[in-house]
């Protein structure tokens, strides 16, 4: 903490004043716009706190996910949530979609965030069988709306982003995007677009995309 900035004179939260809540209220909508900041710097740290056995990192990961969206025409929701969706393998392993789905529900939508949420469900199809596990988890979730957007976020981009050789776009080149989603009113009609689709792939923005 730098020792001039001020602080409150209180050490519990009901002897606080106005002004000193007010105060505080100003501090922390400085600390909110630097969200964009913490978050590429939990990517960064993703290159070196990795799941072993993999070949590739979990940051490598998530970028060769949002290179494939972006080259597919996604629109920005989706190439962030793709970007993001595993950015909670570090500190919630047990549960890191929804990890991930808190951090972005403010800002994405609706669609994007329900399959980050549920992408974890999702991708047992690809491997829980040989754990004996439900293949078919994702089955429980048949009827819902966005059902079919996370089966193909998952078949397009997440299960088959693992490879070395692939042409991944470096964290730079989304640094923008993410900057731009983490910058929209949070909670916003626009922002969260409820029952709201947007097409994975888009061939004649894909098309554009790969002659640039």
Known sequence: ????????????????????????REMEQAHVKLTPDRIIKALRDQQDETIEGYKITRLEHGLQSATRAWRDGADTDWVVGAVLHDIGDGLAPQNHDEFAAAIVRPFLREEVTWCVHHHGAFQMVYYAHHYDWNQFEREKFAGEPYFQSCVDFCEFWDQASFDPEYDTLPLAFFEPMIREVFARH???????QRG?????????VAALRVAA
């Not at 001020?6 to 105060?23: Q, S």
Request: hydrophobic share 30%; no cysteine.
């Open 1 to 24: 903490m730098n020792e001039q900035t001020p602080t409150v004179k209180f050490t519990e939260m009901k002897h606080g004043t106005r002004d000193e809540y007010l105060m505080l």
């Open 186 to 192: 949070p909670y916003a009609d626009a922002t969260v």
């Open 196 to 204: 709201i689709k947007s097409p994975l792939r888009d061939e004649a």
